[in-house]
């Protein structure tokens, strides 16, 4: 399964390929291992070098991804007993090149196995504060340039908590879709399955219950979406009735939570695979018939709209403790290309908006160019727009920007990253 992510396959889809045959227990536990790799990488890396030759990079793919696995389970996997997980992926290395191959895996690991039973080999995040890029690039393996951009803009301290924020299991979140909060609660009370209250009440926090245990969710009465996107839902504030065209909508968690008060509804997104999957979670849950288009949304097939959602694609740097696959692909580049992609698709959308409608830009990125640099951008070349943050008390003030615009942080808020900002056409 690590082995897909190279080739640009989602993390989420990778696991779905590689465990589909294993028990609901097993599954937990190849996820647990697999997320982990990905987010201590950098650590695991540095445990392994002293006893590879020749460095990680003189390693076979496939062989270092079995060392990574190995090492996260003895060095940060407590319940995993070292020989076991030593025993395990020398099974795994036998497979893929016999007997030298296990030689090898049961050398490498067993010497780091030594290592972490003594102070000075331990790769556990340590009490010291660190304030080089570098240095928390590496603690917490995420990428040193990305790190230096957030240090210079939040600060080393508040960095850490992000980074340390982005090294979390995320919880698991539901949303209200065919039943009402009310009818949730009192099944989940009903079957003994403890709930909290989801950040700035934008949904229900389940604990220690497995997705397919939660009543009504493969029937749409409920679904899974993390906080953060219901909040640039209530940000965005559109008026009950309204048309909206929901530009780049897949998996459609917003579109479920915006047909609840929408007059009509078209949804759409480029590639038809996600335009499946919109369709069916559409079909599921939302409250409304939803038109599903596969659509590229730098030419919007819609007439005027009163409201467009656009959520565009990004580096996604919010989102790095749900997807942690996602912080080895972000590079300077990348945000280059996106930020311009955006630009594109905005100017777009602006056109489908009528006079005296929305367009509502969001993002799940923390990057100033990705967001409110991107839409001062905007409305410096498009005076047909100005921002209107939601009145009254849609939202606590301090998940707004100074100009109105929804940001959130990992962790400030205990939600993923994201960011929105409303627009009102005006002429």
Request: aromatic content about 4%; overall charge neutral.
């Amino acid at each position: 399964m690590l082995h897909d992510l190279p080739r640009g396959i989602p993390f989420d889809l990778a696991l779905r390929r590689a465990l589909g045959g294993l028990s609901e227990t097993d599954r937990s536990l190849a996820h647990e291992i697999a997320a982990g790799v990905l987010r201590q990488r950098t650590a695991l890396d540095a445990a392994l070098t002293p006893h590879l030759k020749a460095g990680t990079d003189a390693v076979r793919d496939d062989l270092l991804d079995i060392l990574r696995l190995g090492a996260y389970q003895i060095l940060f996997l407590e319940r995993v007993p070292s020989h076991a997980a030593v025993d395990t992926a020398v099974t795994l290395g036998r497979r893929f090149g016999g007997a030298s191959v296990g030689g090898f895996i049961n050398a490498v690991l067993r010497k780091v196995a030594d290592d972490s039973r003594t102070e000075e080999g331990s790769v556990r995040p340590s009490d010291r504060p660190t304030v080089r890029p570098q240095d928390l690039a590496a603690e917490y393996s995420h990428p040193e340039w990305l790190v230096s951009r957030w240090i210079a803009r939040f600060g080393p301290e508040e960095t850490e908590r992000l980074l340390r924020a982005n090294n979390s299991r995320p919880p698991l979140v539901i949303q209200p879709a065919r039943w009402s909060l009310e009818a949730i609660t009192a099944s989940l009370d009903a079957q003994g399955i403890a709930w909290a209250r989801a950040p700035y009440g934008a949904g229900l926090v389940i604990r220690d219950h497995r997705p397919q245990d939660l009543p009504g969710l493969a029937t749409g009465a409920c679904y899974i979406q993390d906080p953060a996107q219901i909040l640039v839902v209530r940000h965005a504030a559109i008026p009950e009735g309204a048309s909206i065209f929901d530009a780049c909508a897949a998996p459609g968690g917003k579109s479920v939570a915006l047909s609840r008060h929408a007059g009509s509804l078209v949804a759409a997104d480029l590639r038809p695979a996600r335009a499946r999957r919109l369709r069916e979670n559409l079909r599921r849950a939302a409250d409304a018939e939803c038109a599903v288009l596969v659509a590229d949304a730098a030419a919007p097939p819609v007439r005027a709209q009163d409201a467009v959602l656009l959520d565009v694609p990004c580096l996604g740097t919010g989102t790095f403790a749900r997807h942690p696959d996602a912080r080895w692909r972000v590079t300077p580049d990348a945000l280059t290309r996106l930020t311009a992609q955006a630009a594109r698709l905005i100017r777009a959308q602006a056109e489908v908006v009528r006079t005296g409608g929305l367009l509502v830009f969001a993002t799940c990125s923390l990057e100033p160019e990705e967001n409110e640099l991107q839409v001062e951008a905007f409305l410096a070349a498009d005076r047909r727009f100005r921002r209107e943050p939601p009145e009254g008390e849609a939202l606590s003030a301090e998940l707004l920007t100074s100009a109105g615009d929804l940001f959130l942080l990992p962790h400030r808020h205990g939600t993923d990253g994201s960011y929105a900002a409303r627009l009102r056409r005006v002429a």
